[in-house]
């Protein structure tokens, strides 16, 4: 069997930032990547950039995913995605620990983002439903008395 060898793309000097964002797998579409740009979540030195920027080797792009900025050094500028296992030789990640801390202190609190009255019904919801509709839908309880001088 041969043996596959991964091989990164050819690097230059300076990269598209959307397109970098979305060749170093930080966001799952370029479209994605350029419209986090637009809405002022990807910042280089506290500035917001548009997806058209081109960014350099040695700069710390940060990345605001709620709930948490996540801080990446760019060691390659490459506008060709590139596998998985390629990636260490893409970017370094620099995040802060207490970015981490605050991540898994919002899944501990459980804390579900999703606005109430969006989205699926949890359980409990789908059961309130339930029985609101079926006591709306036949109006009366089995104790009320129709006029019995009928």
């Keep these: 069997m041969a043996e596959k060898t991964l091989r990164m793309p050819k690097a230059g000097e300076s990269a598209r930032l959307d397109k970098w964002l979305w060749?170093?797998?930080?966001?799952?579409?370029r479209s994605m990547a350029a419209d986090a740009c637009k809405n002022g979540r990807v910042t280089?030195?506290?500035v917001t950039l548009k997806p058209s920027h081109?960014?350099?080797?040695?700069?710390?792009?940060?990345?605001?995913?709620?709930p948490i900025t996540y801080s990446f050094k760019v060691l390659a500028c490459i506008e060709q995605?590139?596998?998985a296992k390629l990636i260490p030789s893409v970017?370094?990640?620099?995040t802060d620990k207490k970015q981490y801390e605050i991540l898994e202190m919002s899944r501990i609190s459980g804390f579900v983002d999703r606005a109430r009255g969006t989205g699926r019904p949890t359980k409990k919801e789908r059961r309130q439903m339930d029985a609101f509709g079926e006591a709306a839908m036949f109006g009366f309880d089995d104790d009320d008395d129709w006029?019995?001088?009928m």
């Design 81 to 83: 995605r590139v596998g």
């Design 44 to 46: 280089i030195d506290g």
């Design 91 to 94: 970017y370094e990640n620099v």
């Design 54 to 66: 081109n960014i350099k080797a040695g700069e710390v792009v940060n990345v605001r995913k709620p």
């Design 147 to 149: 006029d019995d001088d």
């Design 23 to 29: 060749a170093a797998r930080i966001f799952k579409t």
